[in-house]
């Protein structure tokens, strides 16, 4: 049997369980193409699923993905207990979602699984849970691979977003566009990218300033940092342009001329992604020594147990998983 992508529940308080639950269901998630295994606690599934409304398919239980022999079954981390609320911070259930995390990235790093596909953390659950230095999925899995350099890809149909960083405040992260870190992270896309099927990816980079700075006028970062960093990643054989006004670059990717942006803050690369097409947006994470991917939403306690929540992102990020896996980079 092919080797099977572990997907991890996630909050057990927010839509990860629905989300899945839901995802199942669909008829382009095909376990018998792709087996599956889910890693989380068995009660939050079934709570989650029954709210919702849905009949989840049989879930053989296993201990570890190279125990699998069908195409779907489930390693249940347990961990039921007394006041559970939909929605709610809860240190227990920060405990439950981080624990599921680094087991399935030991099974990935011990090539017991293909890749793996995460529901949404809550970051005040994890940190009171005590995992102090975890901000997220990215940090987590940086610690536990050793990884120096990581970075988000955020991708929807006919767009694709890197980042130069995310958990970073909007003046932290204008301080981290330098000539040196734009260039390593051309460098670590072009790498990943190619090993994702794509050797020659057309990378454009974004602008920091409007307008690209209007010749410095309106902020020095383009001509200081942003070009030079180009030139660098063109020397090293990198087909990377710009800088590109922020106002355009996205639009110009749309339309074909680019495979990917490099953006240089968190919002500036995610709100171009979710405007495109928000419910088919998924995530991966560059950097690290095997596929992640992961919806591109968070917990959404506001509307978590209620049987609302929308599964096409869930779809979307099984989907880009095993396209990774098949070095299917180009069909996404």
């Known amino acids: ?21 839901k995802a199942l269901l669909a008829a382009s998630v095909r376990p018998e193409q792709q087996p599956l295994t889910l890693l989380g606690s068995r009660w939050a599934l079934d709570l989650a699923a029954a709210r919702a ?18 195409p779907l079954a489930m390693v249940d981390l347990g961990g039921e207990f007394d006041g559970f609320q939909f929605g709610q911070i809860d240190g227990r259930c920060g ?31 994890i940190h009171a849970a005590g995992y102090v230095n975890d901000i997220g999925h990215q940090e987590i899995l940086a610690r536990l691979t050793g990884a120096t350099a990581t970075a988000t890809v955020l991708m929807t ?14 003046i932290e992260a204008a301080r981290f566009v330098t000539r040196d870190t734009v260039f ?16 020659e990816p057309r990378i454009a980079v974004a602008a920091l ?6 010749g410095g006028l309106l902020g020095a970062e383009e001509i200081e940092e942003l070009q030079p960093a180009v030139r660098d990643a063109q020397a090293q054989g990198i087909n990377a342009v710009g800088p590109i006004p922020a106002d355009s670059v ?7 001329e680019f495979d990917v942006v490099l953006a240089l803050y968190h919002d500036q690369g ?17 950097g690290i020594p095997f596929i992640r991917t992961s919806v591109d939403h968070g917990t959404a306690f506001d509307i978590a147990g209620t049987g609302v929540a929308d599964e096409r992102g869930m779809v979307a990020a099984l989907d880009a998983a095993g396209a990774l896996v098949s070095g299917q980079l180009a069909r996404l």
């Open 250 to 256: 996205f639009n110009r990717a749309i339309a074909g």
């Open 184 to 199: 390593a992270k051309l460098q670590l896309t072009q790498e990943t990218f190619a090993r994702w099927g794509m050797p």
């Open 209 to 214: 300033n409007p307008h690209g700075g209007e």
């Open 53 to 70: 409304g849905v009949k989840l398919p049989e879930l053989p239980a296993v201990f570890s993905p190279d125990q699998q022999n069908t």
């Open 1 to 21: 049997m092919t080797q099977p992508i572990v997907v991890t529940l996630g909050d057990p308080a927010g839509i990860g369980p629905e989300v899945l639950a």
């Open 270 to 286: 995610h709100i171009a992604i979710k405007v495109h097409d928000f419910h088919a947006s998924t995530t991966a994470t560059l």
């Open 95 to 125: 405990e439950i979602a981080v624990r599921a995390v680094e087991q399935a990235a030991h099974w990935c790093l011990e090539g017991q699984a293909a890749a793996m596909v995460t529901c949404p953390l809550n970051k005040e659950a």
């Open 157 to 170: 149909p006919g767009l694709k977003v890197v980042h130069l960083s995310t958990h970073k405040s909007l």
